[in-house]
């Protein structure tokens, strides 16, 4: 009611006020102010959104639960024309459908798919045998594994299986070159949780900062792992190393530390 007043006594300046009261009565809720002065705005916030890729991820998936049979047998052929690889959720979605059809023509392209990646796994293992190893090959023996297991939906044991090969991959991969790539460290920690390897986890995590120690993601991943492992005064640890150091956070980082520092599950874990 009273909001209502300000609005129409004076709507300019009444919009202003209520964001105001607005901001007030959820301050409580804030994350403290050397967490707020780290936040990094990325300039891609200020630009407008990519409809065409927008409405080329989203309508996947709702059009094969809300639209009719024959309608979800044409999205689902558009999607496998495409690199249905980045719809993986949307195939998933197909392979479950109630349409007979479509579920065997998802359950059909995942079978070529995983075939056609097998026989060239198999082609990279030889040649991994035979160079023993270099990084460029190791790199695209990571990569198909990683496409492998994002497609196979089914079978959880073999889904470990070459979790494990990814992991033991990934592993080989930082050894040679630690500083070649990031990411690798970020895959081989969480392929380690996933395999409750949590100690290989928490090592790697060490060696993340130690290579990487002005990369937010070095000090997300050992977050991750002592907040997956309960380690609550290790975990408080990193926080303070982070706090100190002068690394810009992400809005998506940001929002992990909100759910981290706030949210009633982190405190019921720890």
Not at 17 to 44: A, G, H, T
Not at 63 to 71: G, Q, R, V
Not at 155 to 172: A, C, E, G, H, N
Not at 230 to 244: P, T
Request: aromatic fraction near 12%.
């Amino acid at each position: 009611m009273l909001q209502a007043m300000i609005l129409l006594s004076c709507p300019f300046f009444g919009v202003f006020i209520i964001y105001n009261m607005s901001r007030k009565m959820y301050s409580k809720n804030d994350l403290p102010d050397w967490l707020l002065r780290r936040v990094q705005f990325d300039d891609f916030v200020l630009k407008s959104p990519d409809i065409e890729e927008e409405t080329d991820i989203i309508p996947f998936n709702d059009a094969l639960i809300l639209n009719d049979n024959k309608t979800k047998r044409k999205i689902l052929i558009d999607l496998l024309k495409g690199e249905f690889l980045k719809n993986v959720d949307a195939l998933e979605l197909a392979l479950q459908s109630d349409d007979s059809e479509t579920s065997h023509y998802a359950a059909t392209a995942v079978q070529q798919v995983k075939s056609d990646l097998m026989k060239t796994m198999r082609q990279l293992e030889e040649q991994l045998l035979y160079d023993g190893g270099d990084y460029d090959s190791l790199e695209a023996y990571r990569d198909l594994l990683k496409h492998y297991i994002r497609i196979e939906f089914l079978d959880k044991q073999t889904r470990k299986k070459y979790t494990y090969l990814y992991y033991q991959t990934l592993d080989k991969l930082i050894k040679i070159s630690p500083a070649s790539d990031e990411l690798n460290f970020i895959e081989k920690i969480e392929s380690a949780i996933t395999l409750n390897e949590h100690q290989v986890a928490l090592e790697t995590a060490k060696q993340f900062l130690e290579v990487f120690p002005e990369k937010e993601d070095a000090y997300f991943s050992a977050l991750n792992v002592h907040y997956s492992m309960r380690n609550s005064s290790e975990f408080k640890q990193v926080m303070n190393k982070l706090r100190s150091s002068d690394i810009k956070l992400s809005p998506d980082k940001l929002n992990q530390l909100r759910f981290w520092l706030q949210g009633d599950e982190y405190e019921q874990q720890l």
